[in-house]
């Protein structure tokens, strides 16, 4: 059994909410979005929308076309979700060039499939949204940041001011780039095991000890467990807009 809350705040120093989430049966996104007035906004929603409409119709369409093609090496749902992140970025970008208004848009994105029938999520991410795994009293990350920090530097090509500076600048995003490389990858899911998909506005307030410690003492409440998370956010700074995901797979 597959069980879920979603919830996105403003955080304390934002005047509006950039994230978006969605929590359904069976799909469970976050989208940070970035630009100028209210452009974020835009990016993050078209990537929600974008994503989720192209995982209904290959859910529900057997000889639906697949805009990005068809990897045999890849699950079905492993495909559905590569071609509807890459059908989303399109849609950003289509909508950045359309107005000035929306021009430089774009918005990261953690992105995970639930069948009904299997314990296994597919997930991918874009950007520095993350998704963890909560197992046994322990987390792991399962995702790795797109950004600037996590690039491979030879040890004296560049200084650590400069690093420092530049650490949380993100290398990808939907909207950054027609052509958008990711992994997409599968994880099994045994009892009791949670999956928690948040934007950076949780992980750059709350360290990933106390995150396991706020999840693992909410047990099933998922509800408590995501409104735990984002007041912690808040009372370490809240310098972002704070979503957070959680699923929980009970055998």
């Excluded at 795994?133 to 322990?138: D, H, S, T």
């Excluded at 560049?158 to 950054?176: N, P, S």
């Excluded at 009892?191 to 990933?208: A, E, F, H, I």
Aim: hydrophobic residues 45%; proline residues 2%; glycine residues 10%.
């Amino acid at each position: 059994m597959i069980t879920f809350h979603g919830a996105t705040d403003i955080g304390k120093r934002r005047s509006l909410n950039e994230d978006a989430v969605l929590a359904a049966e069976g799909l469970f996104i976050v989208c940070d979005g970035m630009g100028g007035h209210k452009a974020g906004e835009v990016a993050s929603r078209l990537g929600i929308d974008a994503i989720a409409r192209f995982i209904e119709r290959s859910a529900e369409d057997a000889e639906i076309t697949w805009p990005f093609g068809f990897l045999t090496r890849m699950s079905f749902d492993a495909n559905r979700l590569r071609n509807a992140i890459k059908l989303a970025n399109g849609a950003i970008l289509r909508k950045a060039a359309s107005s000035n208004e929306f021009a430089g848009m774009g918005t990261t994105v953690a992105a995970m499939l639930v069948p009904a029938n299997r314990p296994q999520a597919t997930y991918a991410a874009v950007g520095d949204s993350r998704m963890y795994l909560v197992r046994g009293g322990a987390i792991h990350q399962l995702t790795s940041d797109d950004s600037w920090g996590n690039l491979s530097w030879k040890a004296d090509a560049v200084d650590e001011l400069t690093r420092a500076a530049m650490q949380h600048v993100l290398t990808k995003a939907l909207g950054a780039s027609p052509t958008l490389d990711f992994d997409v990858k599968v994880q099994d899911l045994v009892n009791k095991d949670v999956v928690l998909l948040c934007s950076d506005g949780l992980t750059n307030m709350v360290p990933d000890p106390r995150i396991l410690e706020i999840v693992s003492s909410h047990g099933a409440d998922l509800e408590g467990a995501c409104r735990g998370l984002i007041v912690e956010a808040n009372e370490q700074g809240g310098r972002d807009n704070i979503s957070v995901v959680l699923v929980r797979y009970t055998s």
